[in-house]
């Protein structure tokens, strides 16, 4: 099982004229877009950051940028644990937090939970992106199960099913 555990923050943005729903964004530090602080953990490998001094100047950096639309933003402690085996899914299978991770390409992953009512980007279905469903995960495995197999059969790229816990702080 692989585990990833640390800080993140988690952005909420509110509707705006171009996007169409509202979309609460978890942020780790920057792989990618250097020299930027930090980056959208879909985008960077699920990489957290490791110590609240590094994730406090990255979210202070992110609210320097004077975005559009800025609702709310919190430091949050991330954990997540991917199966990676049939023994793996064992484990998990009494957990009432679970996601879809779908492997789309490279390190671009797309965090996939429960779908909510109003509160999905269109696209493949069943389930919706937490960014989009308010952070909402998969209640059962069976659930779980489904979504996965319908979105590694609908997008052809990987899955795994993975625990997820946010706690804010």
Request: proline share 4%.
């Amino acid at each position: 099982m692989k585990k990833i555990k640390g800080l993140v923050f988690v952005v909420t943005m509110v509707r705006l004229a171009n996007k169409p729903l509202d979309q609460h964004m978890l942020f780790g530090p920057s792989v990618h877009n250097r020299p930027f602080l930090f980056e959208n953990v879909e985008s960077n490998g699920m990489e957290v950051f490791s110590k609240l001094p590094e994730a406090r100047r990255a979210m202070k950096s992110f609210l320097g940028q004077k975005r559009a639309g800025v609702l709310e933003i919190q430091l949050a402690q991330l954990t997540i644990a991917i199966a990676e085996t049939e023994e793996d899914l064992k484990l998990l299978r009494s957990s009432r937090k679970l996601i879809v991770i779908v492997y789309e390409e490279a390190k671009q992953v797309a965090l996939v939970g429960r779908l909510v009512e109003g509160r999905h980007e269109g696209g493949v279905l069943p389930g919706s992106r937490l960014r989009y469903n308010g952070l909402k995960s998969i209640p059962s495995m069976d659930r779980a199960l489904q979504v996965a197999q319908e979105r590694k059969r609908q997008c052809d790229c990987g899955v795994r099913i993975a625990s997820f816990d946010l706690l804010s702080f």
